[in-house]
């Protein structure tokens, strides 16, 4: 979890800054069978980004929850 971010529920947000991304997140739970290319397409994103909001997380799979960016 990126420095000076607080724990969040499913389906609550929070506001980043001063990274790659800057901007509103939410916590997602990962799907069997989603992958970072899925997870990418799906949230429009970057791998990096992801890494970035999951400095932690150093595999995904069914179950992993991951800070993602909610973008309109």
Known sequence: MP???VALDDNTLAQVAGGEYTGS????TVRQGENLLVLTRKFNTTV???QELNPTVTSIGA???LLVPLNA
């Open 3 to 5: 420095k000076g971010m």
């Open 25 to 28: 997140v939410f916590l997602y």
């Open 48 to 50: 990096s980004v992801l």
């Open 63 to 65: 179950g992993t929850r």
